[in-house]
């Protein structure tokens, strides 16, 4: 790279400053509806391709911008290749276009492409025809080798031709969209004489508009700079009640989406773009982001994304091209949270999230369920979560709603794992995990069976078989209930131990639930707690198992007791 960057590259100008008389209105305005939408993927986007599209791979993303919505949708270059010739043939022909969408084509100025486009059009009920010639001043050096006035005679000499060519095909309803591509880098007061200038051969009026689109052939500047140079043209072009005034952003810069927004703002009623952003170099704006944008500040967009994956996957189809898993909105990891604050908080604010009240989930921008998104796929975890993410999974894929305490302590263990592999851990590898360090611990004492029966002064009795270092033990107890009674019954094997708290749930619904129990408990002479938990069919069954796990997994590393070692009765 270079140390003086300025020799090489030339700043923009901004538009106050090539007009001193230029005062922008469009920073307090506020998007409240959408704009008119173009798809022109079967166009900019399809051109951008190692392979354009075939023609399976055209209609499927036809019927697929159709059923998302687009009213408006540029089909081909027909002049450009057979293939986009034949298609638009196979549109109309074959009825594929439905009432309320109008199919565009785009032309080069020149006679003979133009006069295949109509043809290509031939029995259309209605069709945009879009003319372009650059204006830039580069392009008016180095590619057509003439001045601005060769460049206007272009356009106005090509506007006549496609205004006599609509005549003779008069059963078609034609609406005119005119560019001046590259109208980033086109001095304004040119741009706008160019357009005038073909707006005088076309006269269109407000109940029959034409279309003039200022594209961003290449994002030159910041979006505030495109968002100026809109202004401008939509206060100062000439026959404006008669034009729909349409944008068309690149994203050279990674500023797209912006420079669409602002242009919005600034006065452009319609916009140009691709799904995900597919389209020339960095793409076209990205149709999909702009949309679910304004549908997050709570404005229709008229676009349905309700199965994003769905339209992921065909576009991928037809492009031929992988969508970016950090894409806003489609993106496999963008309704992800790995790190551990970030799921504490998701988690607390899908908790307390209403369905029918105002979107509060922190991190979240947009209910990924509007998209067709599941949340099984909002936390996932890694050595960077914490017990919020966790517990998150467990509860929605396995159905374990832990105490909080447990789920600080079964954190650790995860952590242990992911410190030590690196890797990411699926809901069923925490469910083995939960499972291996809670429930399938045999040792020191394995449960075998027990029964209970009523002791005297209404207390709880208990007979309980275990299996101690291979011997069975029948130990009985007493207590104030089951929980009681089993802790005194292995307090007699020499097991001591104090529950402090107690829960339980069931764990699925129907003939198959379960009772999953979870007790907290204290050993003397240890430090802090430990929680037990069981599983079973039957509640009393899964409460004595959590005693059970709990002396087990407080007896780790410790000397198995004097009495736990006496022989079998
Ligand atoms: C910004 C955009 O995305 S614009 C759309 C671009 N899309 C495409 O180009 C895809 C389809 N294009 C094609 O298949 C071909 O380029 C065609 C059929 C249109 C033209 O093919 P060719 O006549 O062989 O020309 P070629 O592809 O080399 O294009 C360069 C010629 O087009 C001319 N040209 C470029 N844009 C325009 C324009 N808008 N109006 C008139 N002429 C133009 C150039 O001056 C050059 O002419 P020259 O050969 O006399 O120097
Ligand atoms: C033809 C025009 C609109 C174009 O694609 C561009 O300038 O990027």
Avoid at 265 to 290: H, I, Y
Avoid at 362 to 376: E, H, K, Q
Avoid at 457 to 470: C, K, M, N, W
Wanted: glycine share 8%; proline share 6%.
């Amino acid at each position: 790279m270079l140390k003086n960057p300025a020799a090489k590259y030339r700043p923009f100008t901004p538009v106050h400053v090539t007009d001193p008389t230029f005062a922008r209105t469009w920073p307090d305005q506020v998007i409240a509806r959408p704009p008119i939408w173009m798809s022109t993927d079967l166009r900019d986007g399809n051109q951008a391709l190692f392979e354009p599209m075939d023609a399976e791979r055209k209609m499927r993303m036809f019927k697929t911008l159709v059923a998302i919505g687009f009213k408006e949708i540029e089909v081909a270059f027909p002049s450009a290749s057979q293939t986009d010739f034949d298609f638009v043939r196979e549109l109309i022909e074959g009825g594929h276009i439905p009432d309320d969408v109008t199919i565009e084509v785009l032309t080069q100025a020149r006679d003979h492409l133009i006069r295949r486009t109509f043809e290509s059009l031939r029995g259309a009920r209605r069709a945009i025809v879009h003319l372009y010639n650059a204006t830039a001043p580069n392009f008016r050096r180095i590619v057509f080798d003439t001045d601005q006035a060769g460049v206007k005679a272009i356009a106005i000499e090509h506007a006549r031709l496609i205004r006599d060519c609509a005549a003779t095909q008069p059963d078609t309803e034609w609406v005119f969209q005119y560019s001046p591509e590259v109208f980033t880098g086109t001095e304004l007061d040119f741009a706008r004489e160019v357009c005038d200038a073909v707006t005088e051969v076309w006269q269109p009026t407000p109940e029959r508009k034409c279309i003039i689109n200022l594209p961003a052939t290449v994002e030159m500047g910041t979006p505030n700079y495109y968002a100026d140079q809109i202004e401008w043209m939509h206060t100062r072009l000439a026959r404006r009640d008669s034009i729909i005034l349409s944008v068309h952003p690149h994203n050279d810069r990674g500023c797209a989406v912006a420079a669409a927004e602002l242009a919005v703002m600034a006065g452009a009623d319609r916009v140009e773009g691709c799904l995900f952003g597919n389209g020339e170099r960095t793409g076209n704006v990205d149709v999909v982001t702009l949309a679910l944008n304004l549908y997050s500040q709570g404005v229709d967009p008229g676009l349905d994304f309700s199965r994003i994956n769905d339209v992921a996957r065909t576009v991928e189809h037809c492009t031929q091209l992988p969508i970016h898993p950090r894409h806003p909105y489609v993106g496999d990891l963008v309704f992800t949270a790995f790190s551990g604050s970030h799921q504490d908080a998701i988690k607390k604010g899908l908790a307390v999230q209403q369905a029918d009240a105002i979107w509060e989930v922190p991190y979240l921008p947009i209910d990924p369920a509007d998209v067709g998104r599941t949340y099984d796929s909002i936390i996932r975890v890694n050595s960077q979560s914490g017990k919020g993410g966790i517990a998150y999974l467990l509860e929605t894929e396995v159905g374990l709603v832990m105490p909080r305490r447990l789920q600080v302590e079964f954190s650790g263990a995860v952590q242990r794992i992911t410190d030590a592999t690196g890797g990411e851990m699926t809901a069923s590898a925490l469910w083995q995990v939960f499972s291996r360090e809670y429930l399938e611990a045999t040792a020191p004492v394995r449960y075998v069976g027990h029964h209970l029966f009523e002791a005297a002064q209404e207390r709880q009795g208990i007979a309980l078989t275990v299996d101690i270092g291979g011997a069975t033990r029948e130990l009985r107890g007493e207590g104030n209930g089951p929980i009681d009674a089993t802790v005194d019954a292995l307090r007699q094997a020499g097991f001591d131990a104090a529950v402090q708290h107690y829960e339980e749930h069931s764990l699925g619904k129907g003939a198959d639930a379960r009772a999953v129990a979870y007790v907290e408990m204290t050993v003397p002479g240890r430090p802090g707690a430990t929680f037990g938990v069981g599983v079973h069919g039957n509640i009393i069954t899964a409460s004595v198992l959590a005693v059970v796990s709990g002396i087990n997994r407080s007896q780790a590393g410790a000397a198995v007791p004097a009495a736990a070692q006496a022989s079998a009765p």
